[in-house]
């Protein structure tokens, strides 16, 4: 069947006075590692256990640049979906993305992909557990029953594959134990948010037990749609997940999850920062109004099944084998206008399913510690959207599919070459077939739903190809363990993301536009130390990291032939390079006192990017007028925690401030480009025996920011006035805004 038919006051905090902070926090002389013992009642901090090596290790080990957050950490913390992590880990971007509510936009240290469309890979990994999931669609997860989140920065191909370039995140659900175990929660709080939990866990047998978690997340919207009334920026999102674990001997044990989610919020609207060309609306007072010339329903459906077996064959060598599938569909309308005339509206559909199968061997003896392994992965990704513009009587339509078989063998060992010094040898070979299959419509009128029986005016892409890309991407590093809790390493990582076809093409504008685009390869050189200090009082983790990034894919669209048309084009953007450094620091100042912080500082700099202008018809080198889009030069925040004995419980306070530095949205400079933000979060828990009571506020000085947008301008002469009417007739500049001050109050009960 083809895809046709099936489818107010803030306040700042600035870099300087962050990194004055983490720098007091960090200034412990050297020798303090090897001062006496302190006596045993003296604070001390907690051994964190991450997997980002694809084997569970204590986080000062991992010679890579690493964020665990801990389920109470978030809890504590006001985390609710994955997008709230970015915050938590320098030099991160984790938003949801542009008209959407599920959909995640991920940028690490300047890599990310800001185009969701369906072909197009994702710089950044997202795993669940140990299954990779291949589109963003839905990847803005709540947090539900969860263990940790993990980040790592930097490019992991070498054990996470090809599209991790930029780094990976880890959603690690909780683990069954085994022991009889129900807790429920509920939350309610500003717009009428209406959030309930259960989760729990039994045995069945000895040697059999069962889990599952259950969530919905309901809020008012923040704003209207003025024109219709339906809420804006809403939340109406169902969640689950079932897993079971089998252990019929004490060396094999076989492990089965599935998980869902509904996303049934309405489409968002955006906020149109100029007026109309066609209505004469102003901006509206409030970021989150909108107007819209659609229906806003959306509905967005992902989720997946997993099976991993795991043998011990001895004390030495373990075999793991991960069979999964995942799937998505989203039906959604985006109001790119955001007025009440169809000047520019596009409904679209988006189909994906995947199958991965992973076969795995870890051997650790102690001194030697190696992972290898088999990665098979069958994709197919589908859609079909409608550009219209009902002003001009027209309706562009593109559709098609990518089929995607990843085939990758990899191997990674750390070995001892003295008693101090030790190094990492590794490396991953991939290769991936695609085969495309694309089209653009033209038809008259205005047509929408999706009608596959009406014959196109005219046809201006319809072509089906092949292409092979394949990379070997090799890891070398060397880590030196300088004393007990002070470890210094330096690492070379080759970064491979596949190459595709731009499934908007437009061949009547650009001839070429059926042409495959080119991986992305990335050279990354990382030195970092990671100590603890104060008898474990103190820990620090710096890291530097300098990247060469060739043949780095954008997505340019812009307005040609008199703004009537749209050529898309995906860059194979020549050459750049990043620098940077990032700073994570966690002092025990007291038994009840706790700080935490982290600075993240990139330099990203386009050295040459060929782009082809479709309205001179040439190749021009632009590299002077870009800049990296969705990377902040500064990111930082600082959180202190206090805990106390208060009403007959233990009672947690917490209060922090996060920052992230003005950012450009899109690669060319633009009225969307957003500012620096300084948000500040506090929270109150209480605990007595199985009872649990929260008391969040988030974004408290009620700071409004800008997250993604549109941008189809209007023609403008050299003093910003509008010189004639843009793409389907209007001025389309419109912004998406994160969430305003919230207050929330949550209480749970374990039984």
Known sequence: MSVRQKMQPSYNLTPIALAVCLGLAASAPALAADEPAAKSDEPSLEVIEVTARRTAENLQSVPVAVTSLSAEQMSQRGVEDLADVQWYSPNTTLQVSRGTNSTLTAYIRGIGQQDPLWGFEPGVGIYIDDVYVARPQGAVMDILDVQRIEVLRGPQGTLYGRNTIGGAVKYVTKKLHGDPELHLKGTVGSYNQRDFTVSGQMPLSDTFWAGFAYGTFNRDGFGKFKNTGADNYDKDIQAGRVSFAWYPSDNLSVNFMADRTWDDSHAKGGYRLTPSLVTGQQPYGSVYDSDTSMPTKNSVETGGEALTITYNINNDWTFKSIT???????????????????????????DDRQFTQEFQLNFDNGGWKAVGGVYYLDGQACGVFETVLGLQGVTVENGGCVDTKSYAAYAQGSFPLTKDLSMTLGGRYTRDKKDADVYRYVYLGIRYPHDPATPPFAVQSDFADSATFSRFSPRVGLEYQLTQDLMVYGSYTNGFKSGGFDMRANKSVNPDADKPYSPE???????????EWFNHRLRTNIAAFYSN??????????????NTDVASQVLNAGKSEIKGMEL???????????????????????????????????VVDVSDLWSFANTPKWTGSLLAQYNLEAFGGDM????????RDKTQIF????MLDAGSVTLWNASIAWYKGNWEVQLTGRNLGDKEYRLAGYNFAAPRDAQGNVTGPGLGGEDTIVGYYGDPRTVSLSVGYRF
């Open 324 to 350: 999964a599938h995942r799937d998505g569909d989203t039906d959604t309308n985006i109001d790119f206008d955001s007025t009440a005339q169809p000047s520019l509206d596009i409904p679209a559909l988006y």
């Open 521 to 531: 390869i990335v050279d990354t050189y990382e030195i970092g130390a990671k100590a």
């Open 549 to 562: 990034y060739d043949d780095m894919q954008i997505t340019v669209q812009r307005a040609v032939n008199n």
């Open 584 to 618: 994570e620091a966690t002092l025990a100042a007291t038994d009840a006192l706790q700080f935490t912080a982290n600075l993240g500082y990139v330099d990203p700099k386009f050295k040459r990017v060929d782009y082809f202008d479709p309205n001179a018809g040439q």
């Open 652 to 659: 947690v306070v917490s209060g922090g401030v996060n920052y």
């Open 667 to 670: 690669e060319t400079p633009s």
